[in-house]
């Protein structure tokens, strides 16, 4: 009488290739639950920072009317595309919405960097005056170009 292999002991194979076992990881460097739970309060503070309704970054994403609201409460599920079209909409990295708590606490300067992207984005989209806007926009072209950065 032949026997089955004990799932708990013997790796699982498709053909000779080993397949790896889900393991659950507790440890303070990813909580999933903890990330899902803080996606939606960082999407609304960095709205909030940069002095943004809900309905403009609706429009400038691309999101049908009340998709930011929707996600900023939890009722609608955070997809990549959703990060991707505010971190274009917003110039914050993508990064931004996955650093725990702990990210944050050991890496104070990437938070601070972060923070400043915000509030010069912040400043930058008060400017009413076109010609204003578009004179500090190619300040700071020159000033990156002359510090060897690239071209915006």
């Known amino acids: 009488m032949a026997t089955t292999p004990d799932k708990h002991t013997e790796p ?3 053909g000779n290739m080993p397949v790896a076992q889900s393991t659950h990881l507790h440890n303070n ?12 309060q960082r ?3 960095l709205r ?4 943004m309704s809900a309905a403009t970054l609706d429009r400038q994403a691309g ?14 599920r955070i997809y990549s595309s959703h990060l991707f079209h505010i971190s274009s909409v917003t110039g914050m990295t993508i990064g931004y919405f ?14 601070s960097e972060e923070l400043e992207k915000q509030q010069f984005l912040q400043a ?7 010609r204003l806007k578009r004179d500090v926009f190619e300040l700071i072209e020159t000033l990156a170009n002359s510090d060897g950065g690239v071209k915006l």
């Open 12 to 14: 699982s194979k498709i």
């Open 29 to 40: 460097t990813f909580d999933s639950d903890e990330l899902d739970n803080s996606m939606p």
């Open 43 to 45: 999407i609304k503070a």
């Open 48 to 51: 909030h920072g940069l002095g």
């Open 63 to 76: 999101f049908t009317l009340g998709t930011t609201g929707r996600l900023e409460r939890g009722d609608q």
């Open 98 to 111: 996955y650093m725990t708590d702990i990210d944050i606490q050991n890496s104070p300067a990437a938070h």
């Open 124 to 130: 930058y989209i008060t400017i009413k005056d076109p």
